[in-house]
Structures are given as structure tokens and as C-alpha cells.
């Protein structure tokens, strides 16, 4: 009982460990940017000892690929929105809201993905993690086309993953505008215009 209960402390000591060096490791990438971010600041940041910080990270690669996956999945939780349209015009609502609320989270989001896409440039590892992220995003789109061509709402012809790359890369180029401040339109005719060119070309 004692053992277990000192483990679990030690446990418990270790994520708080883990979460502050996080913590600090955010607030260094938004001051300083992908480049001039070092670990040893963060370290220094977060107050916990060199030794300790390299068991959870082995550098500042590591660490960004964690935040990178905690923002993202903000991002994939919209994609998982439950699919099971009955109409082309159901379809593009569920849809147009899916990609009004990927762009609102874009804004959100802004700071810390302009650190993700200059680490992405920069860094072999982050820019093969992106395009893991990627693939999970496409992968779930896919899904939603083939249950719509299976239910007789979308064109059959069509190969379901490559209509899910390209919506997937049309939403990811508005999203990279966005992060650079870079849109000319509003979140929501942005959402309105892509759903309506992608749902009329692939629903019937």
C-alpha cells in the first residue's frame, strides 16, 4: 500500500514536471519564435533541473511536437463531428459549419501556429510530423465521403481519398492565411465559398 501511494506521488510529481516545462516551452516559442527559442531557457523558466527536464524531452523538437499535437487536436475534434447527412443540403451545412468553426480556430489559434509553421520550414521532424497530422485529417475526411457515396448522396466515381486530400489542402491554405494575416474575406465567406465549390462538385 505505502509503495504504491510513494509511486503514485512520484507519478503525480512527474507529469507536474512534465506540464510546467510545457508550459514554459509555449510561453518561449510565442516570445521568441521556432529559431531563437532554446531548451535551456525553458528549463530555466519552468525552474526544474537540467537532469530532470531530459527525461521527458529530449529537446525542444520534442516539445513543440506535444503543444503541436494539444493544438491540433482542437482541430481534429471539429473533423470528428458526427457525419451521417440524409441530404446533399444537410451534408452542407454539417460541412460549412465544420469548416467556419476549423477557420475561427485558425484565428484562435494564430500565435502559436505561426511557431508551427516556421518550425515546419526549419526542422525535418516537425515538417514529418505535420504531415502525420495531416494524414489524420484526411484519413477522417475520407471516411465521410465514402459513407456519402455509399448512401447514394455523392458522386461514386470519384476517388473518395483524393476529394479528401484536396478539401483537406483547400482548408489548410486558408488556414496558413490566416495565420499570416494574410485573408482578404471574412471566416465565414471563406467557409461558405470552399463548402459550395467542394459540395457541388461531389454531392449530387
Do not use: C
Amino acid at each position: 500500500m505505502f509503495d504504491g501511494q510513494v509511486g503514485d506521488k512520484r507519478h503525480l510529481r512527474s507529469m507536474m514536471t512534465r506540464q510546467k516545462l510545457l508550459e514554459a516551452a509555449k510561453e518561449i516559442f510565442l516570445e521568441e519564435g521556432y529559431q531563437a527559442s532554446v531548451i535551456s531557457q525553458m528549463i530555466k523558466r519552468a525552474n526544474i533541473g537540467y537532469g530532470t527536464a531530459y527525461v521527458h524531452f529530449k529537446g525542444k523538437e520534442d516539445l513543440l511536437i506535444v503543444l503541436m499535437e494539444n493544438v491540433m487536436e482542437q482541430f481534429y475534434e471539429i473533423a470528428e463531428t458526427s457525419f451521417f447527412p440524409k441530404s446533399k443540403d444537410e451534408a452542407r451545412q454539417i460541412i460549412n459549419n465544420q469548416a467556419k468553426a476549423f477557420l475561427i480556430m485558425a484565428e484562435a489559434e494564430r500565435n502559436m501556429l505561426q511557431v508551427f509553421e516556421q518550425a515546419i520550414g526549419m526542422s525535418a521532424v516537425i515538417s514529418e510530423k505535420w504531415k502525420a497530422i495531416r494524414l489524420k485529417f484526411t484519413q477522417r475526411i475520407s471516411k465521410d465521403i465514402d459513407y456519402a457515396q455509399q448512401k447514394g448522396l455523392a458522386r461514386t466515381e470519384l476517388n473518395h481519398e483524393l476529394v479528401a486530400k484536396g478539401w483537406f489542402f483547400t482548408n489548410e491554405m486558408y488556414l496558413w492565411e490566416i495565420v499570416r494575416n494574410e485573408h482578404q474575406s471574412s471566416v465565414e465567406e471563406i467557409a461558405q465559398t470552399i463548402t459550395s465549390v467542394y459540395v457541388e462538385g461531389l454531392y449530387v
